[in-house]
């Protein structure tokens, strides 16, 4: 258990259904990610959350929403996704600090889109 | 720019040692980083090395790291099946003020009897 915990771990959605994932922290950071795995591709960042304000924007596309309410919750709110984004979502949080970042990352949700 | 790069796969028999390298780009890295991902998990952090060290070890694990050639390697001692995954380098950088991790893209360590 490392401290980080997404719900749901699988998801199956269509084209048109709305959803969202849930990412909650134990840990006591001040800092939380969201990255998307796919296969045979790098791990990308998609959004990061420093003290609750959304710091990066990795030019990810408006169907994809996320939103901090507090340091230890994030979402990412899914709607009119596309086959393409089926892939491992990743949550991961830090204590931001000068010179360091270790990050620890949740166990993932495998999001299937029809 | 920043980038990591990483052999894709290493085959390694039971008992041996495995060493996955990887090389990465930016010099004003204070950290590099060792992940491992067990099929259907999420990242685990295995060891992370301070840029003005060599060599760090930890149990099975050695980290060394060659900051002028700007190459970093993970040899596991003893490989055993449990350590058959997928091991992502990663360098810290700093982008608009805030920390972030470059990962690579990953080496599948499979390990046969």
């Known amino acids: 258990e490392t401290g980080v915990t997404q719900t749901p771990r699988h998801l199956v959605m269509g084209m048109t259904n709305k959803k969202s994932l849930k990412c909650e922290q134990h840990?006591?950071?001040?800092?939380m990610y969201w990255y998307k795995q796919s296969a045979k591709k790098p791990l990308e960042l998609m959004f990061v959350?420093?003290?609750?304000?959304?710091?990066e924007n990795n030019s990810v596309p408006s169907r994809f929403s996320p939103e901090c309410p507090n340091s230890s919750h994030l979402f990412l709110h899914l709607h009119t996704l596309q086959p393409e984004d089926s892939a491992l979502y990743l949550c991961?949080?830090?204590?931001?600090?000068?010179?360091?970042?270790?990050?620890?990352f949740g166990a993932g949700t495998r999001l299937s889109v029809l | 720019g920043e980038d990591v790069e990483q052999s894709l796969f290493l085959s390694v028999r039971e008992g041996d040692s495995s060493v996955i390298n990887c090389t990465y780009t930016?010099?004003?890295?204070?950290?590099l980083y060792w992940y491992k991902q067990e099929p259907g998990a999420g990242l685990q952090l295995l060891t992370y090395?301070?840029?003005?060290?060599d060599m760090k070890q930890d149990q099975r694990l050695t980290v060394l790291l060659n900051k002028k050639d700007k190459h970093l390697s993970l040899r596991i001692a003893d490989t055993q099946t449990g350590d058959s995954a997928i091991y992502f380098c990663a360098e810290g950088a700093v982008s608009g003020g805030y920390n972030k991790l470059i990962f690579g893209a990953g080496t599948r360590l499979a390990v046969h009897p």
């Open positions: 959350y420093n003290f609750k304000e959304q710091t």
């Open positions: 930016d010099s004003s890295s204070t950290y």
């Open positions: 090395i301070f840029s003005n060290m």
């Open positions: 991961a949080s830090s204590q931001d600090r000068g010179g360091g970042n270790i990050q620890y």
């Open positions: 840990l006591g950071h001040n800092a």
